[in-house]
């Protein structure tokens, strides 16, 4: 495949499925079985050129030319259309790169469909090339797991304000503790406290997942570290199986399914 094209980015939740009013069903027939997406309509840049992609039969005969298990499922690419085996292709266009669409509430979790792009070197703009796409299959995170990702990035702001406000009074905490001044003590730590809890309520930088984020990442899963970087445009409704079975296949040294994994047409519902 095109070294510059990288990804560096279920059942959907009922109450998102119900809010998508703007888009048709899009049905994705490959010869592994058949998934059904919704499009986003708060990504209607990305919906609407992939669905004028899609009307016009774009993507029918394309591979799913980059599997990674436990990651992704990539395909579309045109030069991967009737490609003989071991062939190296997946390259992208540059006359297709879309604006990002970045949103909070859009995350990779399994079945998630998104925008591929190059890398931060080359695109510091981080614009999707929307010539090809990606399925999410990922994996099942522990609550720790999650939590310890808020506590990397939260932990070290609070310790940075209990430096500074905490620490230079401790030495008077300890003056009243020798001196048995249990109650000088005591009101003087719950002033500190305060002062400590008060600053880090209101300390930008910090970082707090999606509740349901998590709920998706622990239950069907999915790749944190693709969020906020790729576009999540929509997601798989109906047929995550599929995802699974592709997933599965055995791969060449370019993570290119050594038995084809075809993508037979897409089209609206």
Same mark, same amino acid.
């Given at each position: 495949?095109?070294?510059?094209?990288?990804?560096?980015?279920?059942?959907?939740?009922?109450?998102?499925?119900?809010?998508?009013?703007?888009?048709?069903?899009?049905?994705?027939?490959?010869?592994?079985?058949?998934?059904?997406?919704?499009?986003?309509?708060?990504?209607?840049?990305?919906?609407?050129?992939?669905?004028?992609?899609?009307?016009?039969?774009?993507?029918?005969?394309?591979?799913?030319?980059?599997?990674?298990?436990?990651?992704?499922?990539?395909?579309?690419?045109?030069?991967?259309?009737?490609?003989?085996?071991?062939?190296?292709?997946?390259?992208?266009?540059?006359?297709?790169?879309?604006?990002?669409?970045?949103?909070?509430?859009?995350?990779?979790?399994?079945?998630? %469909?998104?925008?591929?792009?190059?890398?931060?070197?080359?695109?510091?703009?981080?614009?999707?090339?929307?010539?090809?796409?990606?399925?999410?299959?990922?994996?099942?995170?522990?609550?720790?797991?999650?939590?310890?990702?808020?506590?990397?990035?939260?932990?070290?702001?609070?310790?940075?304000?209990?430096?500074?406000?905490?620490?230079?009074?401790?030495?008077?905490?300890?003056? %009243?503790?020798?001196?048995?001044?249990?109650?000088?003590?005591?009101?003087?730590?719950?002033?500190? %406290?305060?002062?400590?809890?008060?600053?880090?309520?209101?300390?930008?930088?910090?970082?707090?997942?999606?509740?349901?984020?998590?709920?998706?990442?622990?239950?069907?899963?999915?790749?944190?570290?693709?969020?906020?970087?790729?576009?999540?445009?929509?997601?798989?409704?109906?047929?995550?199986?599929?995802?699974?079975?592709?997933?599965? %296949?055995?791969?060449?040294?370019?993570?290119?399914?050594?038995?084809?994994?075809?993508?037979?047409?897409?089209?609206?519902?």
């Amino acid at each position: 495949m095109n070294r510059n094209i990288l990804i560096i980015v279920l059942l959907a939740v009922t109450w998102q499925v119900g809010a998508q009013t703007n888009y048709p069903t899009i049905v994705i027939e490959t010869n592994y079985g058949t998934m059904k997406a919704i499009l986003y309509d708060d990504t209607p840049v990305h919906s609407n050129h992939y669905l004028k992609l899609i009307k016009e039969g774009y993507f029918n005969g394309t591979l799913f030319y980059r599997v990674v298990k436990d990651f992704v499922i990539q395909g579309g690419a045109q030069d991967s259309r009737n490609a003989p085996a071991g062939a190296q292709i997946g390259g992208g266009r540059t006359d297709m790169e879309l604006m990002p669409e970045f949103r909070r509430d859009k995350f990779h979790k399994k079945g998630a %469909l998104a925008a591929p792009r190059k890398s931060d070197d080359e695109n510091p703009q981080k614009k999707s090339d929307a010539s090809q796409f990606y399925i999410v299959q990922g994996r099942v995170y522990t609550q720790g797991r999650l939590d310890s990702m808020e506590m990397a990035v939260n932990v070290p702001i609070k310790n940075e304000i209990i430096r500074t406000h905490y620490l230079p009074d401790r030495g008077e905490l300890d003056k %009243l503790k020798e001196a048995k001044d249990a109650g000088g003590f005591n009101a003087l730590l719950d002033s500190l %406290l305060q002062v400590v809890d008060s600053l880090y309520a209101i300390a930008p930088g910090k970082f707090f997942l999606p509740v349901e984020l998590k709920e998706a990442y622990t239950t069907l899963g999915g790749v944190d570290r693709l969020d906020g970087s790729y576009t999540v445009f929509g997601e798989v409704i109906e047929g995550i199986e599929v995802i699974d079975k592709i997933a599965r %296949l055995p791969v060449d040294g370019n993570s290119r399914p050594e038995t084809d994994a075809k993508i037979i047409k897409i089209y609206p519902e």
